[in-house]
Every structure is written in structure tokens, then in C-alpha cells.
């Protein structure tokens, strides 16, 4: 039973919006390459796992401070037997691991041995158990999803699970007996309280209004080349359309994610949409899907 579900990081979808209303620098770009290619083997994963039986808690992307240190778990599956991290990687190409080292083979690069903080946030998951006075069995795994992915020298004691027996472990899973108890329930729903919202991991570039491109980007090709023809948004690069109430909503999340400090009115979007529709346009819209507070001219949403 799914407790809660992955959704897309907040870093991954900021520095999306950024990247097309600015110049990120190579190591933003790099930076949201990775926070892509992470997302993408969560989810991968999580299609994996989907099928698994009911008599399992699985609780996605779980954030939680344990004394005074923070530490990420993709997955955890709580189970009869054990409650399983799961850490997912999706590197692409050869690497070799050299004592505790990881690296790629193509250019000698070194990268953050996933093993290492792996342990290190099962350390603090059974502290956290013991804190709880819980007493279960902890099991931690990196699983290696891509299947372009292969390690050299891949020692056969460390929790790694590779490509291929990526599907062999599900079934693994999948085919040891699990009834739940009450003690897991109180686990479960103990983690998801702890689940912390702001992420101090969190590292995005420093932007501010003025320096953002504005307009409506198109939601296919993100070009600016953008036009109202009746009652869409036509890109004038690649023809895509898009409903005017849709397309009013899209910018308007963006302008709200971006900037959680401004106000959302009509006049704020009508800017941030650099006058692509009418003013009357978007207090409609805004209307149907917030909240208004106040009147008239000082009208804005929530
Ligand atoms: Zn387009």
C-alpha cells in the first residue's frame, strides 16, 4: 500500500522554470541534468514496484532529521521480515569501484560513492528506531537501475543491487511472506509525521524578477513565440495549441513556485506574461481556480 507518493523535486522544477527565462551557468545545467536523471530512476523504479502486494507500506521520498543530521531515503518498503531503504541510482555507463572509491571509466571521474552514504543513512535510521524504542530489522540497498549501467569490480558483500538482477530482487520481495502488525502501522505513520518539507539540501542559483525573461513560454518546444488565436495559445514555432485557461494556470504555478514572496493578481501575471492575454483573461481564470481575498482593484489569490 502506497503511503505516500513521489512527486518531482522542488530543486527540478525551479531550476526547469529558470533554465527557460535564463542563462544557468554549466554547473546549474549540470546540476539539473542530475536532479532529471535521479527523478527519472525513481520513477522507473517505482514501476517496478507498483505491483507489489498489499500487505506492505511503501513510503516514497522520505525526508527526516535524526539527531541534528538529515538524510534522504528514496524508498522505504516496510515489510514483515524488515523494513527496506532503498537508495536508486541512475548512472548511465562503466564505472569501477576502487576501495571505497567510485569512478568512471571513460574519464576517471570520481563520484560520490553511494554505498558510503548509504550506510550512513541506515546509521541513522535504526537510531531513529531506537529513539522509538522500535524494534525492527533493517535492511539497506542501492539500487543501480539503468540498464546501460555496468560496474567493474563489483565486490559480491556490498548491498548493491545491479541492472540485471534488478527484477529478481522485486520478485524476491515480492515473494516473502508479509502480514503486517499493528507496531507497523505506528512505524509508518511515526515516518511519514517526521517527513520534513523544507530541504536543507536544497541549492538553487540566486535569481530575481527583474532579470527573468517574461511571456508564456510554449508548454511543447518552450519557445516564446507565443500567440492568442481564439480561444488557445498557438506557439509560433512549433504550432502547438493550448487552451487559454490551461496556459494561464501553467504561468501562474510558475510565477507562484518562483516568486512565493509576491501576490498573485491579475496585474502580476498580466506582467509575468509580458501582456500575451488580457487582464480580464486572467482574473477569470484565477477566479476559477483560487481563492480570491479582497476587491476590486486590490483583488488577489490564494
Ligand atoms: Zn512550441
Not at 527523478?39 to 511503501?58: N, P
Amino acid at each position: 500500500m502506497l503511503l505516500k507518493e513521489r512527486t518531482e523535486p522542488h530543486d527540478l522544477v525551479v531550476l526547469r522554470y529558470l533554465n527557460n527565462r535564463m542563462e544557468l551557468s554549466a554547473k546549474d545545467q549540470f546540476q539539473l541534468s542530475t536532479l532529471e536523471k535521479g527523478y527519472a530512476g525513481e520513477v522507473m523504479f517505482d514501476q517496478k514496484t507498483e505491483h507489489l502486494s498489499e500487505e506492505r507500506y511503501i513510503i516514497d521520498d522520505l525526508l527526516l532529521q535524526v539527531n541534528n543530521s538529515f538524510f534522504q531515503l528514496d524508498k522505504v518498503i516496510i515489510a514483515r521480515d524488515a523494513i527496506h531503504l532503498i537508495d536508486v541510482k541512475n548512472f548511465v555507463g562503466d564505472f569501477y569501484l576502487d576501495g571505497d572509491k567510485l569512478y568512471a571509466v571513460k574519464n576517471g571521474r570520481e563520484y560520490k560513492n553511494p554505498i558510503t552514504q548509504l550506510t550512513r543513512s541506515a546509521t541513522l535510521f535504526r537510531q531513529l528506531l531506537q529513539n522509538l524504542k522500535l524494534n525492527h530489522i533493517v535492511h539497506a540497498t542501492t539500487i543501480f537501475i539503468n540498464p546501460e549501467f555496468t560496474l567493474y569490480q563489483a565486490p559480491m558483500d556490498q548491498p548493491i543491487i545491479l541492472p540485471t538482477q534488478t527484477n529478481r530482487y522485486i520478485k524476491e520481495l515480492q515473494n516473502t511472506p508479509s502480514k503486517l502488525e499493528h507496531s507497523h502501522q505506528i512505524l509508518a505513520q511515526k515516518l511519514l509525521s517526521l517527513h520534513q518539507v523544507k530541504n536543507p539540501f536544497s541549492n538553487l542559483p540566486d535569481y530575481d524578477y527583474e532579470q527573468l525573461e517574461k511571456g508564456i513560454y510554449c508548454k511543447n518546444c518552450y519557445s516564446f513565440n507565443t500567440y492568442v488565436q481564439k480561444f488557445d495559445l498557438v506557439c509560433g514555432k512549433c504550432g502547438t495549441h493550448e487552451k487559454i485557461g490551461d496556459a494561464v494556470l501553467r504561468t501562474t504555478e510558475e510565477f507562484k513556485l518562483l516568486f512565493p514572496e509576491y501576490r498573485i493578481t491579475s496585474a502580476n501575471i498580466y506582467k509575468w506574461a509580458n501582456s500575451t492575454f488580457s487582464n480580464k483573461t486572467i482574473s477569470r481564470v484565477l477566479q476559477k481556480n483560487f481563492a480570491a481575498i479582497g476587491k476590486n482593484r486590490h483583488t488577489y489569490y490564494e
